[in-house]
């Protein structure tokens, strides 16, 4: 069954650092572009960082951009999200997603999508 998995999230405070993985099982990730989403408590989900299936472009929103790196490693079947200097507004559920990757990240129907992960930044 394909379908991906996110892990890495946790409590960290204010000024710290989280690396979340985005792992595929069942499909091979080097084919396609790969986006991280997030929701908080009551807000709509927001595209924040994608990468092309080669590496060779990404894209991140402006919130985001001086603090968080998208990588990937295709070997490993896998897309990292490198967060650091992590705000209190940061926390969130965050996910990953198969995505159409240029001045933002696009998901459609056949898409696949993780469960999520929790990230919480608080003291």
């Known amino acids: 069954q394909a379908r991906l998995v996110e892990s890495g999230g946790g409590l960290v405070q204010p000024g710290g650092s989280l690396r979340l993985s985005c792992q595929a099982s069942g499909f091979t990730l080097y084919s396609y572009a790969v986006g991280w989403f997030r929701q908080a408590p009551g807000k709509e989900r927001e595209a924040i960082s994608c990468?092309?299936?080669?590496?060779?472009?990404?894209w991140s929103t402006g919130s985001v951009r001086e603090r968080f790196i998208i990588t990937r490693d295709n070997q490993q079947n896998r897309v990292f999200l490198q967060m650091n200097t992590l705000k209190p507004e940061d926390t969130a559920q965050y996910y990953c997603a198969t995505v159409t990757c240029g001045f933002g990240a696009r998901t459609g129907v056949n898409d696949y999508w993780g469960q999520g992960t929790q990230v919480t930044v608080s003291t």
């Open positions: 990468i092309t299936d080669n590496g060779g472009s990404t």
